[in-house]
């Protein structure tokens, strides 16, 4: 395993974290007796193999269901001085709600000091204010860490990136959670501000958020090659110095080795990923479009600016995935989420594009005549069953 500082933080974080939302027995909260022996002993199984291949930062949240509690049925028992343990909580209006969840947390891993604390899902800018207005969730969480129970603050967000930024410059915050990886680059900003901030970061869901690369297209395949789709997007990943840990969602310890492959390329780097960076971008050229590539973002309304709240800029990313790459069933169960992911996943399909006129919204895009035939063209191939984040299951 290689270590990286963690910002601020100072802890030597693993490249790779073992998070805790795939192990578990429920996305519901259970009694520890209901939950079946054969999960328990997968989810230790898992711990224990992350140990091994020297993953020692173990991360979880309140909203993954029976993680929490599950993960303190072991964590006692490890040698404390060799784990970083973090656990999330999202942020509520009345501070006293989150302090009672966080005391819960603590209560369920059964550890009487914690290494991180995520303020989970800064996805708004109502969701910021109640973070850090005078008496908010940070000021609960800080009462904590002064007394000893909580060493270092972050947060996590699916945010639109200038959210991430204004969370960013209030210097509040010690790391951060957020998503960057190759087919999606958009929050390279926030990460260079961390930086700045010398905050740790942390990439959430690579390998699933990042393309379902456990289950990759094979053009996508033929175009990493020689390495697997998930390994290229480790190493795209780590070969930027800027990014501390990738998150991995084991829910075995089978899941740890394909990621363990990446360790002895990263020194190669710079000489690896060239030449699959270009196929990539080729591949993507040629099939939507050197023009389209480099201005399809242009003066793209956000949802709540749009009729419909359709979520044009997330639709034509898919589009694009789905035209260059094949990601058909990634792309299917993105767009499935779209008007039942909340805030974590915002705004709406374009199943009543025929009936809205998106002239006004889409003026200063310089697609404005194409896109609405993309979008129709988009939820024919996508639309479908309704998707449900994990944690609404």
Known sequence: MQYRRFGRTNLPMPVFSCGGMRYQHSWKDSPHWQIPQKNQANLEA???RALEVGITHIETARGYGTSEIQLGRILPRLPREKLIVQTKISPKPDPQDFRR???QSLQNLRLEHIDLLGIHGINTPDLLDYTVRPGGCLEVAQAFQRAGRIGHIGFSTHAPTWVILQAIETNQFDYVNLHWYYINQDNWPAIEAANRHDMGVFIISPSDKGGHLYNPPQKLVDLCAPLSP????DLFCLSHPQVHTLSLGAARPSDFDEHLQVLPLLEQAAEILP??????EQAASDA???DWLRTWQV???TPEDTPGRINIPTILWLHNLLVAFDMDEYAKARYNLLGNGGHWFPGQQAGDIDRLDLSKCLARSPHAQKIPKLLAETHQRLGGETVKRLSQS
């Open 299 to 301: 003066g793209l309304p």
């Open 275 to 280: 030449p699959i960076v270009q196929r990539l």
């Open 230 to 233: 998930m390994v290229f997007n």
């Open 46 to 48: 898992t711990i224990r």
């Open 288 to 290: 939507l479009g050197t």
């Open 101 to 103: 969840t966080l005391e």
